[in-house]
């Protein structure tokens, strides 16, 4: 009998946490089925000739790339020395370098429109060189950099904190030094989760649009990116609107399998 109202138990935890899970992806992909219903294979290819979809869609590769690019060479070092070395302020730093993940997109585009800008507080000396900052495709690199940042260096800190320091004192055991042993032992068993974080960086900078469209603008093949182009073809061309939201998606779709991936190859220490 026991056993009889333990398999009915079951039985009811089964079909209600099914239908839960249902019920949330049904949520999850109905606006996405949404999407894909209203154009047709036509539809999107024709909007793929369109100038406003063709420079969005190549600016924002290029920005996003190159700022994945930076946030790499400059996030892998300090994710590193995070990880691995305690110093004053530690706590501090860490929570700076997180702090764009929580600041609304429009105060991060503000702030660095007050920092870059012409009267801005580093902008203002480039402009007396005749440089500016603001409303440039470089204003567009470095709101991606900004609001990505946080993504890859927390991923590339936990893959340093998992790994076993044996491996280190193994190499160094041999004669080699700090920096061969970075290059040739740490990076190797890491790369995986570093690869996650540079992936979700890049995703995060590519579907950017508080911060660029406040700090950068939206000037056609110069600083619209795609959700700034789906933002202003919404209002009059729905089908390059869709169409680049479909893009979006496929690509964030593509990401986040390719994350998972990354991630189930990493080293666990």
Not at 29 to 35: A, E, H, K, R
Not at 39 to 51: G, I, K
Not at 91 to 110: F, K, M, S, W, Y
Not at 117 to 141: D, H, K, N, P
Request: charge should be positive; charged fraction near 10%.
């Amino acid at each position: 009998m026991r056993g009889y109202f333990q398999g009915r138990k079951n039985l009811y935890l089964t079909i209600g946490g099914g239908l839960l899970i249902t019920l949330l992806l049904v949520f999850i992909i109905t606006p996405i089925i949404g999407l894909l219903f209203r154009t047709t294979p036509e539809q999107f290819l024709a909007s793929l000739s369109d100038p406003v979809v063709w420079n969005a869609l190549v600016l924002s590769l290029i920005t996003a790339s190159l700022s994945t690019l930076i946030i790499i060479g400059v996030g892998t070092p300090v994710a590193w020395i995070n990880a691995r070395h305690r110093y004053p302020g530690r706590e501090l730093v860490d929570t700076l370098i997180d702090l764009p993940l929580v600041l609304p997109p429009t105060v991060a585009g503000l702030a660095l429109l007050m920092a870059f800008g012409r009267m801005g507080l580093i902008g203002g000396f480039f402009y007396e060189f005749g440089i500016s900052i603001a409303f440039t495709t470089l204003a567009v690199v470095i709101a991606q950099i900004f609001v990505s940042l946080p993504f890859y260096i927390r991923q590339a800190r936990a893959s340093f904190e998992q790994l076993d320091t044996t491996y280190e004192l193994a190499a160094r055991s041999l004669g080699s030094t700090s920096l061969p042993t970075f290059f040739t032992v740490i990076l190797p068993l890491v790369k995986s989760g570093l690869i996650a974080g540079a992936i979700m960086s890049f995703a995060r900078a590519l579907g950017e649009f508080g911060a660029t469209i406040m700090f950068a603008g939206n000037f056609q093949g110069r600083t619209q990116t795609m959700p700034l182009a789906i933002y202003t073809t919404m209002q009059g061309d729905l089908n390059a609107s869709i169409t680049l939201s479909v893009i979006l998606v496929l690509i964030s779709f593509v990401v986040i399998a390719l994350v998972k991936y990354r991630l189930r190859g990493d080293v666990r220490c």
